[in-house]
């Protein structure tokens, strides 16, 4: 047995000291083409990690995978210790995600998707839960409207509700504060921040508002062309690309210019 076997196949009483995400060598390839290319990496539980690189970079692939919704062509992904997909089952109740971009039922009200997510997760007493989350995300005003009367800003604080319905010890979050006000942005990253803190939940976020992965993420990981181009904390990953922002960084790598091109 390898190092890396016994890091991605722990026994029973490691589980709770494993890491919450853990890929190894992890491959996705579509017709000849890798989409995800040998990437590995480990994400400790109760960090922010935030998940960067361009359009087709591999990210939104990487993170199917992690939730076991597509299948690896080749390596392996564990999540909260539990070899996925195999095992999703064990842990899909103690996981959650949000996208803007995947709309909930349109003709049903707000509280109707929120019922139907919170009992596919049997959520013990969901109307207290629903009522809980629409104070809190400041949906109160249009629980019984239909989702898709709802403005994009709206439909961003459902989404984000759903994802938070089970109190989630692992989130996965793609562009959470998309289509948001600035006022309204700021306070959804505080409630993130809050939660975190709160719940000592792990959260995944893939972004390309890089503000906010700023403030957010204790750790980047930035994919290009399905592999990861560098991985560190914000200020360490500035620093060596002698940047002042990770836009400036993001838009290094999207130009093909590497470290030593911008020292």
Not at 185 to 195: I, K, T
Request: aromatic share 4%; with cysteine; proline share 5%.
């Amino acid at each position: 047995m390898t190092q890396d076997d016994a890091v991605l196949t722990p026994s029973p009483d490691r589980k709770a000291a494993s890491p919450a995400i853990a890929v190894a060598r992890l491959t996705k390839i579509y017709k000849a083409v890798p989409a995800v290319d040998g990437i590995s990496f480990t994400i400790r539980r109760g960090s922010i990690t935030g998940l960067l690189g361009g359009n087709g970079a591999g990210k939104t692939t990487t993170i199917a995978m992690i939730m076991g919704l597509v299948q690896p062509t080749s390596g392996t992904v564990e999540v909260l210790g539990r070899r996925m997909p195999d095992e999703s089952a064990a842990v899909l109740g103690r996981m959650n995600f949000e996208s803007p971009y995947v709309d909930m039922p349109m003709r049903l009200t707000v509280r109707q998707n929120l019922t139907i997510f919170g009992q596919l997760y049997a959520v013990d007493h969901l109307k207290e839960r629903i009522a809980e989350l629409a104070s809190q995300l400041d949906l109160t005003d249009f629980l019984d409207r239909a989702n898709g009367k709802l403005s994009a800003g709206q439909k961003t604080r459902v989404a984000l509700a759903k994802a938070l319905i089970n109190d989630p010890e692992l989130l996965l979050l793609d562009e959470p504060t998309a289509s948001l006000d600035p006022d309204t942005a700021d306070w959804v990253r505080g409630h993130l921040e809050r939660y975190r803190e709160r719940r000592g939940a792990t959260i995944l976020l893939a972004s390309h508002n890089m503000l906010e992965v700023e403030r957010l993420c204790d750790r980047v990981i930035i994919m290009k062309r399905g592999r990861i181009e560098d991985d560190d904390s914000p200020a360490q990953i500035m620093a060596r690309y002698n940047r002042t922002t990770l836009e400036e960084v993001f838009l290094d790598v999207a130009r093909g210019r590497d470290r030593e091109a911008v020292e």
